[in-house]
């Protein structure tokens, strides 16, 4: 069975600070793993995943994410926050079978707030 | 791309009635899309896994009956409501498969009166 667990459900940075969003994940098999970005009252969209190709996942607005075997981690980076990130923040955890797509195990959430 | 729309994004309705929510992924097929609910400041409950041209697979918990899920085509999944009461008002929100990644419709915002 796979789980995830985001460390922290509410994160706050000041504008320009290093962003860090922690996720931990559990699973008896390889996984593949995604962050998600949510605004209020929106769908999730897609911010990177990984999928068992390079450890180092650079997704869209600048984030990325490292994925680290021996840590069960896929922690979310970005250099410099901007008061746009301000949102809901998701990881989630799958299992892959030859080609289907699988139920996503999702996180706590984790709310970024960015400070001027 | 992989592009997917709900409709209608919010809906009112008095209890009793049934509500349509449709799904589409609109430039590409999915063979498997998910519907999920939301509750405030929560995550994603995944409520049912539809796959074209079968029936839905329910999570634990989920009636059925009440939340009834068509998959006719590749491009289109419906959830309807039935027989709504005010403690089913919610987020609800649905996702298309494609290439092992779900990608996310925008939601719509149900309230029951």
């Known amino acids: 069975a796979q789980s995830v667990t985001q460390l922290g459900s509410h994160v706050s940075v000041s504008e320009g600070a290093l962003v860090l969003l922690r996720c931990n994940y559990s699973?008896?098999?390889?996984?593949?793993l995604f962050w998600y970005v949510q605004y209020p009252n929106q769908g999730l969209q897609l911010l990177l995943k990984?999928?068992?190709?390079?450890?180092l996942v650079k997704g869209i607005n600048g984030f990325e994410a490292e994925f680290k075997k021996s840590e069960t981690s896929f922690h979310l980076t970005k250099p410099s926050a901007h008061m746009s990130d301000a949102a809901e923040y998701f990881c989630?955890?799958?299992?892959?079978?030859?080609?289907?797509?699988?139920?996503?195990?999702f996180g706590q959430g984790t709310t970024l707030q960015v400070k001027p | 791309g992989a592009v997917v729309s709900q409709h209608p994004s919010w809906v009112i309705c008095k209890s009793g009635t049934s509500v349509k929510i449709e799904c589409r992924s609109l430039?590409?097929?999915?063979?498997?899309m998910f519907w999920y609910r939301q509750f405030p400041k929560q995550s994603l409950m995944l409520m049912a896994t539809?796959?074209?041209?079968?029936?839905?697979?329910?999570e634990q918990g989920v009636e059925k009956d009440k939340f009834l899920i068509n998959h006719a085509s590749l491009t289109l999944s419906t959830l309807t409501v039935t027989s709504a009461h005010p403690e089913d008002s919610s987020f609800y929100i649905c996702?298309?498969?494609?290439?092992?990644?779900?990608?996310f419709g925008p939601g719509t915002r149900l309230l029951v009166l």
């Open positions: 989630a955890v799958t299992v892959q079978g030859s080609g289907n797509t699988g139920k996503l195990i």
């Open positions: 539809s796959n074209e041209g079968s029936k839905a697979t329910y």
């Open positions: 430039d590409f097929q999915a063979t498997t």
């Open positions: 990984y999928t068992s190709a390079a450890t």
């Open positions: 699973s008896s098999v390889p996984p593949y």
């Open positions: 996702s298309a498969g494609r290439g092992g990644t779900q990608y």
